[in-house]
């Protein structure tokens, strides 16, 4: 098989260099090229280029970046993990050293994965986790990488922790915000602490704000905290902050064509913040209103991704 790696050198501790993912790629008889995040050039060529599969080396975010491009192509990306919260890799089971994942590209299993567009205030994005405003945006918004010293490098749960705590913070006087919500012709509009129109169980620092999200039903969950569900969310984050993992019970609705209305809060799409520091400075990002609008609807044509299959 013709295979394409695309690796974040940066992504993780420890991980292969080129030269092995390709000698590891050889090694389970596959033909493979390798291109670097950091030469994007490379990358654009290679992607280019025939290939049967795109193996994706890195965390969420080189994941979504190369993705994107393949969206409704009949070539299969697989992923390796090389990142910190890896919701993706983690959602689809692709869990594993990297030797392991790569010997279970044959015979791994073709799967199609939705995805959704998102237009308005953030401008046309591809959704692969989720979408939404409130504490999670700001979250996002707020983190930056921790150092050595506040980490280890064998423990990344450590830096998930440090995600949670700060979320929990957040959210503790996070203001609720009256929002026009209109999912598929059904008027929810409310007032809320948080709207999160998630495409896959988690988001964020690992947090399932969507347990029974199914990535190829073609739909989204919506969820939608109210000012009464604000402790039910503090008390689950706590609990993953002491390292236990309870079921999050919080009010969904499910639908393919979600817009909304609201005054006054950052809006995310899967790890991207709007707006930015820089323009939340400014005030060039806020229309003179206020008045901010989202519209989320599923993407038609699918991803197609490679699960391995090995012996777990």
């Not at 292969?16 to 389970?28: D, H, K, N, Q, S």
Request: glycine share 10%; net charge negative; proline share 7%.
């Amino acid at each position: 098989m013709r295979v394409t790696i695309i690796q974040n050198p940066h992504s993780g501790e420890g991980v292969l260099t080129g030269a092995e993912f390709v000698t590891l790629a050889a090694a389970a008889g596959h033909k493979a090229t390798y291109a670097s995040t950091e030469d994007p050039t490379a990358v654009a060529a290679a992607l280019a280029a025939p290939t049967d599969l795109v193996a994706i080396a890195g965390g969420d975010g080189t994941i979504r970046d190369v993705a994107r491009r393949l969206i409704g192509t009949n070539v299969a990306i697989t992923i390796v993990p090389t990142g910190t919260a890896n919701n993706l890799a983690k959602t689809l089971g692709i869990v594993g050293e990297a030797s392991e994942l790569v010997q279970g590209w044959e015979g791994g299993v073709r799967v199609a994965f939705d995805t959704a567009i998102v237009r308005g205030c953030c401008g046309p994005r591809v959704m692969f986790e989720g979408a939404g405003l409130g504490p999670i945006a700001v979250t996002i918004a707020a983190l930056t990488p921790v150092t050595s010293r506040e980490a280890r490098p064998d423990r990344p749960e450590d830096e998930l922790r440090r995600d949670l705590k700060v979320m929990r913070e957040i959210l503790a006087d996070y203001p609720a915000h009256e929002c026009q919500v209109v999912l598929d012709g059904r008027d929810l509009s409310g007032n809320y602490v948080a709207i999160q129109a998630m495409n896959i169980p988690s988001i964020g620092p690992n947090v399932r704000l969507a347990p029974d999200a199914d990535w190829s039903d073609g739909y989204l969950d919506l969820v939608l905290v109210g000012p009464g569900d604000r402790m039910t969310l503090r008390e689950y984050l706590t609990a993953r902050i002491d390292e236990r993992h309870p079921p999050l019970a919080l009010p969904v609705q499910r639908g393919r064509d979600l817009r909304i209305g609201w005054t006054g809060s950052r809006v995310h799409v899967d790890d991207e913040v709007w707006p930015s520091e820089e323009d939340a400075a400014r005030g060039t990002f806020w229309p003179r209103d206020g008045l901010l609008e989202l519209e989320i609807v599923m993407n038609p044509a699918p991803l197609q991704i490679l699960v391995p299959r090995y012996d777990r």
